[in-house]
């Protein structure tokens, strides 16, 4: 017989938002520590992958009594996704928004660990359930493919992380059990010497679709708290497309499903999109999006006015200046199950389009042309489909 462990370093790679119940700082508080770090709870960890196995039918009922009718403790046992880097928090402010007009009452804060920060979490499998490793091994890239995410949101960017470091030891209990009672899971230097661990285990049942885009026009998604003046500058824009910490701008995976969504329901209807991208009287989204960092672009202040349609004079107090993003480069990443109906791969496809024609905004201010974009690659399951732009096949991204 044996027991076997996981040692599981991994990064964010969009916001994480596992909330405490909280709301000293937001609707919507970070859990922490007594100390201030942020963590996630083995709850949340364990929780997630639970999540993830309910509704994938390829996993057996009892690999993480994922079916409500087995009352027996798992043979799973995972811990606290533990802080091993400096992280820094920041408040998100969302709003829905229907025909580009915000919906009453539904605007909200959340606190979220930014991109970057590192987590180590262990994972323990015992000696009754190591015909599980399999599967375990299987979940674990699905973190990695960005299939099983952490936390809230996480349908709209939220809780992405790729694993920088997975190592795995096994104990033969009939041989070796005094090095197994002597081992600690959670000492580093038991881990020095063991070699990274990889698995090629995936699963199927999903359409990862990879988007490069470069903007056509500037981008302006706003957030109003822009700071005080800093070294020579002599102000500060009224409003600022939405940065990270380091100062890297961003478009927001509730951005990228906001505008996907509406501009699906004109194709497709009221019913057909809340099925795909969940509503209160369905699941939740069965497509989620990625945050998208923007590569190499330019920020630029502009002075913006109101004019009065009568007197065509510039109304009092009307102007304001405004940080914006162009010139720059972005990935978005899809991931949507293939049992969706033909109807709606051919509807999202030509979504798609519509982003890559310039027909679909994304962010504010469309009316006057900011939030335009165009494709440069676009990918299927790791195969290019670029062509299928050009030659205007719907059908060409799913076959």
């Not at 100390?35 to 992958?49: K, L, M, N, R, T």
């Not at 952490?150 to 190592?167: A, E, N, Q, T, W």
């Not at 405004?322 to 709606?344: H, Q, Y």
């Amino acid at each position: 017989m044996y027991h076997t462990y996981y040692r599981v370093v991994f990064q964010l790679t969009s916001p994480l938002s596992v909330g405490n119940g909280g709301s000293s700082n937001s609707a919507h508080d970070c859990v922490r520590h007594k100390d201030g770090s942020p963590y996630i709870p083995a709850a949340a960890v364990a929780g997630a992958f639970r999540n993830f196995c309910i509704k994938n039918k390829d996993i057996p009922d009892d690999i993480l009594n994922n079916n409500e009718n087995i009352f027996r403790k798992s043979g799973v046992i995972f811990s606290n996704a533990e802080l091993i880097s400096e992280s820094v928090s920041s408040v998100r402010e969302t709003i829905s928004l229907k025909e580009k007009s915000v919906v009453e009452n539904t605007d909200f804060s959340m606190e979220v660990v930014e991109t970057g920060a590192e987590f180590v979490s262990y994972i323990e499998i015992d000696k009754f359930n190591q015909d599980k490793q399999v599967y375990i091994e299987k979940l674990l890239n699905a973190v990695n493919d960005s299939l099983l995410r952490f936390g809230s949101k996480v349908s709209r960017g939220y809780g992405m992380v790729k694993i920088i470091s997975l190592k795995k030891i096994s104990f033969d209990l009939g041989n070796n059990l005094d090095k197994w009672l002597d081992f600690d899971m959670f000492s580093e230097s038991v881990w020095d010497s063991t070699e990274e661990f990889v698995s090629d285990n995936r699963f199927s049942g999903f359409y990862s679709i990879r988007i490069a885009v470069k903007q056509k026009s500037s981008l302006s998604i706003r957030v109003f708290d822009t700071g005080t003046a800093k070294g020579n500058e002599k102000y500060v824009p009224d409003q600022k497309h939405i940065t990270l910490r380091n100062g890297k701008a961003v478009i927001t995976g509730t951005s990228w499903a906001g505008a996907f969504r509406e501009r699906f329901r004109l194709f497709a209807g009221d019913e057909r999109t809340e099925r795909l991208f969940g509503s209160e009287n369905y699941s939740r989204s069965k497509i989620t999006f990625s945050e998208s960092v923007i590569d190499n672009c330019i920020f630029k202040n502009t002075t913006r006015n109101s004019i009065d349609r009568f007197s065509s004079k510039i109304k009092s107090g009307a102007i304001y200046i405004e940080r914006n993003c162009s010139d720059g480069t972005a990935e978005l990443i899809i991931n949507v199950p293939d049992d969706i109906s033909e109807n709606d791969k051919k509807c999202l496809s030509a979504v798609i389009f519509d982003l890559n024609l310039g027909l679909l905004s994304v962010g504010g201010l469309a009316s006057v042309g900011h939030g335009m974009f165009s494709i440069e690659n676009i990918s299927v399951n790791g195969t290019d489909k670029t062509y299928c732009l050009e030659k205007n096949d719907l059908y060409g991204l799913w076959r």
